[in-house]
């Protein structure tokens, strides 16, 4: 994907990070590059699958 930014003046006060989703990003300001990973811990043993939920 390839697009083009024009960047103009910015002023920023206060900010206040109620939340973080598991992937979000947060950025105030100039970037050259940004890179995106990801990592899955999970065992898929532990997934469900599918509309059912587990009776207790």
């Known amino acids: 994907m390839n697009f083009t930014?024009?960047?103009?003046?910015?002023?920023?006060?206060?900010?206040k990070v109620v939340g973080v989703a598991s992937s979000s990003i947060f950025l105030i300001g100039?970037?050259?590059?940004?890179?995106?990973?990801?990592?899955?811990?999970?065992?898929?043993?532990?997934l469900i699958i599918g509309p059912f939920v587990p009776l207790v």
Do not use: A, R, W
Request: hydrophobic share 30%; proline share 7%.
């Open 5 to 15: 930014v024009v960047n103009k003046g910015i002023q920023v006060g206060d900010v």
């Open 30 to 46: 100039d970037s050259e590059t940004i890179c995106l990973s990801s990592t899955f811990d999970t065992p898929p043993e532990s």
